[in-house]
């Protein structure tokens, strides 16, 4: 039995929150509720997730790009080779069993824990945060560097929306660590980036008719609603415990994907 809008509107909009005070996008959370929750099969859970990286991406993208930092160059470096890969990595994923899918959603889950565990770490040894040099503006600008390599890695970005994430997590360090961009300009280029390749990725769902409006559409509102009430509230959390708890979370629903891909 399908669940009910409202607690679709509900769900996703927890979902949304937290993944507005955790800086991460919402297809982490939209993917493993609908499947795991609702008990949604993986196909139309992954199109669902990926229109609302689409709708969390325009927000956020008007919101971070108030001062125009999104760089336009940059954008296309990577999108120029990530959205090609999104759709035909989408494609693929449509014909792939259920199991596959969720193995390879636990794998990236498990990738996402990690890369939080590793900046908590880093975050605790730093001590009090001050300003850090990475999100300072460069005097001269020397940047996108290692524009090939930029495009090769950015294409493997694309691969994450065929399980309904929109990447943002792994374009921004490839901005900041291999192409040199500020960090500020890397987040607001990110916003624009994950609306591109999971907008090519959706269309594939469309046409395949995978996409679900009677589900998308509560999931959209109920996340775009969310996000904006935890951008309002992520000055008054602490954000630290938050992530160590919201580790755990993926730890159970990663491991839950994995047992449940090795059962078939």
Same mark, same amino acid.
């Given at each position: 039995?399908?669940?009910?809008?409202?607690?679709?509107?509900?769900?996703? +909009?927890?979902?949304? =929150?937290?993944?507005?005070?955790?800086?991460? +996008?919402?297809?982490?959370?939209?993917?493993?509720?609908?499947?795991?929750?609702?008990?949604?099969?993986?196909?139309?859970?992954? &199109?669902?997730?990926?229109?609302?990286? @689409?709708?969390?991406?325009?927000?956020?993208?008007?919101?971070?790009?108030?001062?125009?930092?999104?760089? *336009?160059?940059?954008?296309?470096? @990577?999108?120029?080779?990530?959205?090609? @890969?999104?759709?035909?990595?989408?494609?693929?994923? *449509?014909?792939?069993?259920?199991?596959?899918?969720?193995?390879?959603?636990?794998?990236?889950?498990? *990738?996402?824990?990690?890369?939080?565990?590793?900046?908590?770490?880093?975050?605790?040894?730093?001590?009090?945060?001050?300003?850090?040099? +990475?999100?300072?503006?460069?005097? &001269?600008?020397?940047?996108?560097?290692?524009?090939?390599?930029?495009?090769?890695?950015?294409? *493997?970005?694309?691969?994450?929306?065929?399980?309904?994430?929109?990447?943002?997590?792994?374009?921004?360090?490839?901005?900041?660590?291999?192409?040199?961009?500020?960090?500020?300009? &890397?987040?607001?280029?990110?916003?624009?980036?994950?609306?591109?390749?999971?907008?090519? =990725?959706?269309?594939?769902?469309?046409?395949?008719?995978?996409?679900?409006?009677?589900?998308?559409?509560?999931?959209?509102?109920? $996340?775009?609603?969310?996000?904006?009430?935890?951008?309002?509230?992520?000055?008054? @959390?602490?954000?630290?415990?938050?992530?160590?708890?919201?580790?755990?979370?993926?730890?159970?629903?990663?491991?839950? $994907?994995?047992?449940?891909?090795?059962?078939?």
């Amino acid at each position: 039995m399908d669940p009910s809008p409202l607690l679709l509107l509900l769900s996703c +909009g927890a979902c949304g =929150a937290l993944a507005a005070l955790l800086g991460l +996008g919402g297809g982490l959370f939209v993917v493993p509720l609908l499947n795991l929750g609702f008990g949604v099969d993986m196909a139309p859970s992954i &199109a669902a997730s990926l229109v609302c990286c @689409v709708a969390t991406s325009g927000a956020g993208s008007v919101a971070l790009d108030k001062g125009r930092l999104a760089d *336009l160059r940059t954008v296309i470096l @990577v999108e120029v080779a990530a959205s090609p @890969v999104a759709v035909f990595a989408t494609g693929l994923a *449509l014909y792939a069993p259920q199991a596959v899918l969720r193995g390879c959603f636990a794998a990236l889950v498990a *990738l996402a824990a990690y890369r939080i565990v590793l900046r908590e770490l880093r975050a605790l040894r730093a001590g009090p945060p001050s300003e850090a040099a +990475g999100w300072a503006e460069p005097e &001269a600008r020397d940047w996108p560097r290692r524009q090939g390599l930029g495009m090769f890695l950015g294409g *493997l970005t694309g691969l994450s929306s065929a399980l309904g994430i929109g990447g943002g997590p792994v374009k921004v360090p490839l901005m900041t660590e291999v192409m040199g961009v500020p960090m500020r300009v &890397a987040l607001a280029s990110s916003n624009v980036m994950v609306g591109i390749s999971t907008a090519c =990725a959706a269309t594939v769902h469309y046409a395949g008719g995978s996409l679900r409006t009677d589900l998308t559409a509560p999931c959209v509102l109920g $996340m775009a609603v969310g996000a904006y009430a935890g951008g309002r509230l992520a000055p008054k @959390v602490n954000a630290r415990w938050l992530a160590w708890a919201f580790v755990a979370v993926l730890v159970y629903m990663g491991g839950k $994907m994995a047992w449940l891909a090795l059962r078939g």
